[in-house]
């Protein structure tokens, strides 16, 4: 009975950590009793809702096709949101009159500043050449405002708030070479090698972008002797740092010292590894075609009505308790443990939401349901098992050992077969269909441990009172 | 013993039907679209007392045709006074055809007066703050899920079953897959219910259903075939369901019963979930019993 031990260890540790991932004091829950498992749970906004921000698209109107700009506006937001694990939250375009709006609902934020940095940067990305700096503010000076106009240029913010450049699209003035909203393939936060507690962030840009780009480095290359002896040459290279603006703010500004012809770059700007992580996020789910502009920020209620929802959760309750109520009539004591593994699978499935911030919907309920099923059906199809051994005249030991081992390969395809079908939806899906998936595939793996470890530990324990009731049965038939 | 083998062209035929007959509704008659899928015209309101969502469904719910299926959510925003409420009201006005149409100002109008005077007649002050047209969210997110998404999951799945059973078992389990989708799709498109995003839920769902309760009875056949030669492959797989068939009686049964339930008591916009999930079941158990393994009898190998 040593593997018995085995088994009820592990039983026992993984469902202390489920609890614990479920119970640990949740910052400012609103639930308590019971019903404090879902202060660890983050719901969906069909279930709870969240914060609803809501964006005019600010489209240049001599764009040609606005709707297609306004599509890559919602993918470029639903994007963002599913990198940082919002996959639950949605976006939607509404119309007004003339104008595109783009509302984000994202759910279990309260705090609409937080939900509002999770979308991230609302303006475009281009590349430029930094003309000139001051520390002072340009705008209150006739001379830095002239000099703007004369270059045609811009005064910009730099990401501290220090200092202005004056920044220009045309990269030496020639006027179709410039670089705005070029398309990210990739970008990853990395430490930066001349300073170890920095980040930089190394992206690649996508082909038809990488040509334009090393053009524009050809133009502004400096060579790195210039660098060293500073004078007259270096005034001049001042003229010829490249800018990375996001948000009209300069991220970036620096010389290039050689010639980039893959699309292949660094920013590097003193980031702390979260802002790398924010900067690399923002560049690979693409930079926005359009500038959005915040018309208002607030909450939603959940959107399924909360009135429905209460019903809905009510009903969904009574039916798992006839189910269990069915399982006891149907399979007496060997009942009792498949509803300790429906319960045990239940607790294990919503810790391992809890502790990875997993969102739960509707869908994901959904999930949940099927869940419930393999479960169950898991410990059917081994107790059916059981009972035949014991027809066939084992004891209830080896009728338990032996069921165990068939129904093994039988619960192994069938669960790895489902399992197969979520990471495909998974990988394919959006928003709800991905939220579904996930609590699928954790809720199957899940199941297949509970059937084979848990059940495994339970029956053997219970054998003794499986028996009485078989032999009675086995009796009768026989 | 039952013969699930024998009568099988009956029930082969009477998948046929059903499936043509799915097909031609959805083909024709098409779905009732959720709002989710649709998108509409968003009535923003704003209400001078503290009500709740269930309330202010219970004034529009007669207004017209399209307000009983509204999605009515309580919205907030920043500065809002503390004696309003405002509600979010998405409803999918169809024309006479069943498509979706967009209001045209007069009826924006109109209505803004009709819910105003609702209101008034409970003494509840009540303003149209915003009267947008909204585009359905789901749609785009469901875009992604294109036929190449299908195919590569089927494909997966056919290859999985393959390695692990046998060719024919595979493609066993994608046509009852297939045709529990399907069937499953026909009678929301026949009964006119409402297809929302809870509905996909339980067609998705009802994908892990369906492949569970097939490879539970392949293996059975799986394990069957490694016995001794003699008797016949479809005496042995009507065997094989034979012995299989109280834990699908019972497995299907507490799954029914724990949709059947939330079909009876659950709100509104989780029905089409329950009634996707409550046909699914019954669609889904006939399936593995009459279809699955009874099709592919032919091709199976020793």
């Known amino acids: 009975m040593q593997g018995d031990k085995t088994r009820g260890i592990i039983s026992l540790i993984i469902i202390a950590f489920a609890l614990i991932a479920l119970f640990w004091p949740a910052p400012g829950g609103n639930y308590t009793g019971i019903a404090s498992i879902f202060n660890r749970i983050k719901l969906g906004l069909d279930i709870s809702g969240g914060a609803r921000i809501e964006y005019r698209v600010d489209i240049d109107p001599s764009v040609e096709n606005p709707s297609a700009v306004v599509d890559d506006v919602w993918t470029v937001l639903r994007n963002r949101l599913d990198m940082a694990n919002y996959t639950e939250a949605v976006v939607k375009q509404s119309f007004r009159e003339e104008n595109t709006f783009i509302i984000v609902e994202i759910p279990g934020a309260t705090d609409t500043a937080k939900a509002e940095q999770l979308i991230g940067s609302t303006g475009i990305l281009w590349f430029g050449q930094v003309i000139d700096e001051t520390t002072t503010n340009p705008n209150i000076d006739p001379n830095l405002i002239n000099e703007a106009k004369r270059e045609n240029a811009q005064w910009l913010l730099d990401r501290d708030g220090k200092k202005w450049y004056l920044v220009r699209q045309e990269i030496d003035k020639i006027s179709n070479l410039k670089l705005v909203s070029p398309k990210i393939v990739e970008a990853i936060p990395e430490v930066d090698r001349n300073n170890v507690a920095g980040y930089v962030v190394s992206f690649t840009m996508d082909k038809e972008y990488a040509d334009t780009f090393a053009k524009i480095t050809e133009k502004l290359y400096v060579p790195e002797e210039i660098l060293n002896q500073g004078g007259i040459a270096y005034e001049q290279a001042l003229k010829k740092r490249l800018a990375i603006v996001l948000d009209n703010r300069v991220q970036f500004a620096g010389f290039v010292v050689s010639k980039i012809t893959d699309g292949k770059a660094q920013i590097r700007g003193n980031f702390n590894l979260e802002e790398a992580k924010q900067l690399a996020a923002i560049l690979k789910s693409g930079a926005l075609p359009a500038r959005l502009e915040k018309v208002s920020s607030g909450w939603v209620a959940p959107l399924l009505g909360a009135d429905i929802v209460s019903a809905s959760l009510k009903a969904g309750i009574f039916g798992v308790i006839i189910v269990l109520i069915y399982m006891i009539i149907f399979y007496g004591v060997m009942g009792i443990v498949a509803d300790i593994a429906l319960l045990y699978n239940t607790l294990l499935l919503l810790g391992i939401l809890a502790a990875t911030g997993t969102i739960l919907t509707l869908p994901g309920i959904a999930g949940i349901i099927l869940t419930i099923g393999t479960t169950v059906d898991g410990n059917i199809i081994i107790y059916e098992r059981v009972k035949e051994e014991l027809k066939r005249g084992s004891s209830t030991k080896a009728a338990i050992s032996t069921a165990f081992s068939k129904s093994f390969y039988t619960l192994f395809d069938a669960n790895l077969t489902t399992i197969i079908a979520g990471l495909f939806l998974y990988y394919f899906g959006t928003g709800t269909v991905k939220g579904f998936a996930t609590t699928l595939i954790i809720g199957v793996l899940g199941s297949l441990f509970v059937n084979l470890v848990v059940t495994r530990f339970m029956l053997d324990i219970f054998s003794g009172g499986i028996k009485v009731k078989a032999a009675k049965k086995g009796g009768a038939r026989a | ?302």
């Open chain 2, 1 to 302: 013993m039952i013969d699930f083998v024998g009568k099988k062209n009956i029930f082969i035929i009477i998948s046929i039907i059903l499936i043509v007959a799915s097909l031609i509704s959805i083909f024709t008659r098409g779905f009732n679209l959720g709002v989710e899928f649709l998108g509409g015209s968003e009535i923003i309101l704003r209400i001078e007392a503290k009500v709740d969502e269930s309330f202010v469904r219970e004034v529009l719910k007669d207004l017209a045709p399209e307000f009983e299926n509204a999605r009515i959510s309580q919205i907030k925003s920043i500065n809002d006074p503390e004696n309003i409420s405002k509600f979010s009201v998405v409803v999918s006005p169809k024309d006479e055809n069943g498509n979706l149409k967009v209001y045209t100002g007069q009826e924006k109008g109109e209505i803004s007066n009709e819910i105003v005077k609702k209101f008034e007649q409970k003494n509840i002050k009540a303003i149209v703050a915003g009267f947008n047209e909204t585009s359905g969210y789901a749609a785009q997110e469901i875009k992604n899920l294109t036929w190449k998404a299908i195919v590569f999951t089927l494909i997966a799945i056919l290859l999985y079953i393959t390695i692990r059973f046998q060719f024919v078992f595979g493609l066993g389990a994608v046509l009852a897959l297939i045709h529990d989708v399907i069937i499953t799709l026909g009678f929301f498109s026949f009964a006119n219910y409402e297809l929302n995003v809870a509905a996909i839920a339980a067609i998705l769902t009802l994908i892990g259903y369906s492949l569970n309760d097939t490879i539970v009875v392949y293996d059975r056949i799986r394990e069957n075939l490694r016995r001794p030669k003699g008797k016949s492959i479809s005496t042995l797989v009507n065997e094989s369901i034979n012995q299989v068939i109280r834990r699908t009686i019972n497995t299907s049964l507490t799954t029914f019963i724990v949709v059947f339930v939330l079909l009876l008591f659950s709100g509104n916009s989780i029905k089409p979930f329950a009634f996707g999930m409550t046909i699914g079941v019954i669609v889904g158990t006939y399936s593995s019993l009459y279809i699955a393994s009874p099709v592919v009898i032919k091709w199976i190998k020793r």
